[in-house]
């Protein structure tokens, strides 16, 4: 089982960047897929972006298309998420998951969520 650790949250002005780590410990990480939440506050977790265990597909929420990029390093066992122009309802907690070959949640996966506020 993998075990995940968020980083890289903060405050930031809308139109600004900020790059999101997630690192992994334990076996076989280059053998998930990856993804990336959300939560915001009173809502449900949401998608954002997944990359596939070779790093050669990717694929993006509507919402975040064009503006974050999702992408990883097996050699370091860790997953990014470059996220640009960012929006007030970006806000939220952000969370790296493990995911199967066939883009399913790997139950206990979840790591402890790293907070994204934008706000001027």
């Given at each position: 089982?993998?075990?995940?650790?968020?980083?890289?949250?903060g405050?930031?002005?809308?139109?600004g960047s900020?790059r999101?780590?997630?690192?992994?410990?334990?076996?076989?990480?280059?053998t998930?897929?990856?993804?990336?939440?959300?939560?915001a506050?009173?809502?449900?977790?949401e998608?954002?972006?997944a990359i596939?265990?070779?790093?050669?597909?990717t694929?993006y929420?509507?919402?975040?298309?064009?503006?974050f990029?999702?992408?990883?390093d097996n050699?370091?066992?860790?997953v990014?998420?470059?996220?640009?122009?960012?929006?007030?309802?970006?806000?939220a907690?952000?969370y790296?998951?493990?995911?199967?070959?066939?883009w399913l949640?790997?139950e206990?996966?979840?790591g402890?969520?790293?907070?994204?506020?934008v706000?001027s």
């Amino acid at each position: 089982q993998v075990q995940l650790a968020e980083s890289g949250g903060g405050l930031v002005q809308p139109g600004g960047s900020l790059r999101l780590s997630c690192a992994a410990s334990g076996r076989g990480f280059s053998t998930y897929n990856m993804g990336w939440f959300r939560q915001a506050p009173g809502k449900e977790r949401e998608f954002v972006a997944a990359i596939a265990e070779s790093g050669d597909s990717t694929s993006y929420a509507d919402s975040v298309q064009g503006r974050f990029t999702i992408s990883r390093d097996n050699a370091r066992d860790a997953v990014y998420l470059q996220m640009t122009r960012l929006k007030p309802e970006d806000t939220a907690t952000y969370y790296c998951a493990a995911l199967t070959a066939s883009w399913l949640l790997v139950e206990g996966s979840w790591g402890q969520g790293t907070q994204v506020t934008v706000s001027s």
